[in-house]
T-cell receptor
Framework: GAGVSQSPRYKVAKRGQDVALRCDPISGHVSLFWYQQALGQGPEFLTYFQNEAQLDKSGLPSDRFFAERPEGSVSTLKIQRTQQEDSAVYLC???????????FGPGTRLTVL | ELKVEQNPLFLSMQEGKNYTIYCNYSTTSDRLYWYRQDPGKSLESLFVLLSNGAVKQEGRLMASLDTKARLSTLHITAAVHDLSATYFCAALFGNEKLTFGTGTRLTIIP
């Protein structure tokens, strides 16, 4: 069956550019999560949606980061005026309403030059 | 502050040997997860541990949870090369977000 998909898989941006990363969760999964994984580190929580409601955005590192899920399905993570420290893999995960187990997508590797 | 600590960070094992990875977490957690990550790949769920004393086994891997000690272990039995990967534990606190450990990079040497 279809898992969590993310696009693009790789993105190279020049410093100062805006980028948009897309996540398609597993069908029927109510909760959607974004994590940032720096090289050699564990993933770190960025933000969390339940349906279209953004319930927790405490992990977003700055106001340059913005996430949305307007129809409660596909989500977009937008990073404005990218900086070199934004270079990381951005992972999306989704989970069912009755089970907290999170299923992760393949990630988007962002490189900011 | 919520913290999840793993040790060791790096582990080289000979094939056929046994070893244990340890995961400590700083405060009461609702559940504990173990994930595997291969280089350049995403996270593969291995185990979900829900309660004190929980033990789960899959092949050569066995995970356990002691909520009183705030400790989970991942035990590897008779290691084989295809177990080489990075293993993460993650604890679920409160509102569903996961806090991950730093990972244990496991290399199995023939």
């Amino acid at each position: 069956g279809a898992g969590v998909s993310q696009s693009p898989r790789y993105k190279v941006a020049k410093r100062g550019q805006d980028v948009a990363l897309r996540c398609d969760p597993i069908s029927g999964h109510v909760s959607l999560f974004w994590y940032q994984q720096a090289l050699g580190q564990g993933p770190e929580f960025l933000t969390y949606f339940q349906n279209e409601a953004q319930l927790d955005k405490s992990g977003l590192p700055s106001d340059r980061f913005f996430a949305e899920r307007p129809e409660g399905s596909v989500s977009t993570l937008k990073i404005q005026r990218t900086q070199q420290e934004d270079s990381a893999v951005y992972l999306c995960a989704s989970s069912r309403p009755t089970n907290n187990e999170q299923f992760f997508g393949p990630g988007t590797r962002l490189t900011v030059l | 502050e919520l913290k999840v600590e793993q040790n060791p960070l790096f582990l080289s094992m000979q094939e056929g040997k046994n070893y244990t990875i340890y995961c400590n977490y700083s405060t009461t957690s609702d559940r504990l997860y173990w994930y595997r990550q291969d280089p350049g790949k995403s996270l593969e769920s291995l185990f979900v541990l829900l309660s004190n004393g929980a033990v789960k086994q899959e092949g050569r891997l066995m995970a356990s949870l002691d909520t009183k000690a705030r400790l989970s272990t991942l035990h590897i039995t008779a290691a084989v090369h295809d177990l080489s990967a990075t293993y993460f534990c993650a604890a679920l606190f409160g509102n569903e977000k996961l806090t991950f450990g730093t990972g244990t990079r496991l290399t199995i040497i023939p």
